[in-house]
């Protein structure tokens, strides 16, 4: 077996320098001296037999073999801190300690079987749940921080195994004394220049594409006048009169302001679901998946 002559303490300088570009930025963020980090890309040269970095007005900048080592360093950083975080939750898996992140914006059916889950023939296991958005939820479940995650659909990455549980149409929230507001039921071309509350586009783009996507299948182009983190935002927006905006049938919450009509379509649907790494091969995880997709069966069942 060969071994690297690069260690990741000089890796792990030569990435904080670049980002940093400056070694005394890079020493603070390391809890080493100027001169410590200095030495250390000294060495990183030394291995490299040529210069990483060069003096510029905007600070250190890396030379085109240091994008190179840059890059690489970065991807073998990631790879150590996930075997750190991998064996830390195997070792909570032995002690029976799950830990599951969820969406903060579940639907509420979905959120009470994943608050109330207990485990079915199985000696006591004790779950911890972490809260948070479904894009960093997906992150932690690939860094190994996280068992298991629930969050919305899709999800699109070769190291998760994805399975969906619960999918609702989605509604348009309109101003009181609109014109829309008074028609039984919204059509895509009714959406055509009207103002639209986009849901959000900053943390889960797809889900936003996915809309996009459905109305340009109708000609339509969705004039977005606003971004709302979250609905109860875009409800505020609503009621404010700057725009519509489409929400799941669970995350619509009564408002005095607001009519609240049917898409003629209901091929628009919001999905969630749980996702595990595509590795993950421990009894405990094993079970669990079953057994959420047994309880969660009647949230498949359509009317």
């Known amino acids: ?14 990435v904080v320098t670049a980002e940093k570009k400056s070694v005394t930025r890079a020493g603070k963020e390391l809890g080493l001296s100027p001169s410590g980090v200095t030495k250390r890309l000294k060495i990183a040269e030394r291995i490299a037999k040529t210069k990483l970095f060069h003096t510029t007005e905007e600070g250190l900048t890396l030379t ?52 109330h889950f207990r485990f ?10 972490q809260p948070g958005l479904t894009a960093s939820i997906v992150h932690q479940v690939l860094d190994g921080k996280l068992h298991a995650g629930f969050g919305f659909l899709p999800q699109q990455h070769p190291e998760l195994t994805v399975r969906q549980l619960f999918e609702e149409p989605l509604v348009a929230c309109i101003p009181l004394g609109h014109p829309m507001s008074t028609k039984h039921t919204i059509y895509p071309q009714d959406i055509q220049s009207q103002p639209f509350i986009a849901i959000g586009r900053g943390p889960m783009p797809v889900l936003h594409e996915e809309i996009e996507n459905f109305f340009l299948g109708f000609g339509v182009h969705l004039n977005v006048v606003a971004d709302a983190f979250a609905p109860l935002e875009a409800l505020a927006y ?66």
């Open 238 to 303: 609503v009621e404010q009169k700057i725009g519509i905006c489409l929400l799941a049938q669970s995350a619509v919450v009564s408002r005095s302001g607001i009519a609240t009509k049917p898409l003629s379509n209901r091929v628009l649907t919001r999905k969630c679901g749980y996702f595990l790494r595509e590795d993950s091969d421990h009894e405990l995880i094993r079970e669990f998946s079953a057994q959420v997709w047994k309880k969660t069966e009647g949230l498949r069942r359509r009317p």
């Open 120 to 129: 079915d023939g199985t000696p006591a296991v004790e779950i911890e749940h």
């Open 64 to 115: 085109e073999v240091g994008e190179l080592l840059y890059s690489e360093a970065k991807k073998s950083i990631e790879r150590a801190l996930l075997a750190e975080e991998k064996v830390a939750a195997y070792l909570m898996l032995k002690e029976r300690h799950l830990l599951v992140g969820h969406s903060t914006y579940l639907p509420s059916r979905l959120m009470d079987i994943l608050i």
């Open 1 to 14: 077996m060969r071994f690297p002559h690069f260690s990741i303490e000089i890796l792990m300088a030569v």
